[in-house]
Nanobody
Framework: QVQLVESGGGLVQAGDSLRLSCAAS????????LAWFRQTPGKEREFVAA????????NYADSVKDRFLISRDNAENTGYLQMNSLKPGDTAVYYC????????????????WGQGTQVTVSS
């Protein structure tokens, strides 16, 4: 079992930056791919970014590529999502997730989910 707890969400203005953190506990954090998804009301949860167990491979949704940066610190059992040049369209609840593949972005590829943190970007 892996428990994931997100933090760092909040209300920011368009163009601002925000860093989300994901603290993991339980089974070995480094055994899982770390990913971030997001969801807005009435829409399906969507893939944002993923990073491999070692941290050497990353994968991003086209909508956030070149603006967001995913990273992880296996020694600290923590993952991060640095979000730059935020847009109102980035407003969503962001979820940290642990899964098996950096490239499989389907929801059913995820083994564990966090509870989510709200990010709101005003124009």
């Amino acid at each position: 079992q892996v428990q994931l707890v997100e933090s760092g969400g909040g209300l920011v203005q368009a163009g601002d930056s925000l860093r989300l953190s994901c603290a993991a506990s339980g089974r070995t954090f480094s055994s899982y791919t770390l990913a971030w998804f997001r969801q807005t009301p009435g829409k399906e949860r969507e893939f944002v970014a993923a990073i491999s167990r070692s941290g050497r491979t990353t994968n991003y949704a086209d909508s956030v590529k070149d603006r967001f940066l995913i990273s992880r610190d296996n020694a600290e059992n923590t993952g991060y999502l640095q979000m730059n040049s935020l847009k109102p369209g980035d407003t969503a609840v962001y979820y940290c997730a642990a899964g098996q593949s950096t490239w499989d972005t389907r929801l059913n590829s995820i083994n564990y989910w966090g509870q989510g943190t709200q990010v709101t970007v005003s124009s």
